[in-house]
């Protein structure tokens, strides 16, 4: 049995959700920066604002039908 590729949330499809979630991790990761530079919630909201940007548009797992 071949294990199946994950599929995107259903919920994310439309883009202005994608752009507002990416955008809060953005928000998040800048109060970060300026509050704890190098502190441990700084290094989650960059891999979680770099994770958002790569799912949600450079890898193509939302694209609209085809």
Same mark, same amino acid.
């Given at each position: 049995?071949?294990?199946?590729?994950?599929?995107?949330?259903?919920?994310?499809?439309?883009?202005?959700?994608?752009?507002?979630?990416?955008?809060?991790? #953005?928000?998040?990761? #800048?109060?970060?920066?300026?509050?704890?530079?190098?502190?441990?919630?700084?290094?989650?909201?960059?891999?979680?604002? #770099?994770?958002?940007?790569?799912?949600?548009?450079?890898?193509?797992?939302?694209?609209?039908? #085809?």
């Amino acid at each position: 049995m071949a294990l199946s590729p994950m599929q995107p949330h259903p919920w994310l499809q439309p883009l202005h959700r994608r752009v507002l979630t990416t955008i809060a991790c #953005a928000l998040f990761l #800048a109060f970060e920066t300026w509050y704890d530079p190098g502190g441990l919630f700084f290094w989650l909201m960059l891999f979680a604002t #770099a994770y958002a940007i790569w799912d949600f548009f450079l890898s193509g797992s939302y694209r609209g039908p #085809a």
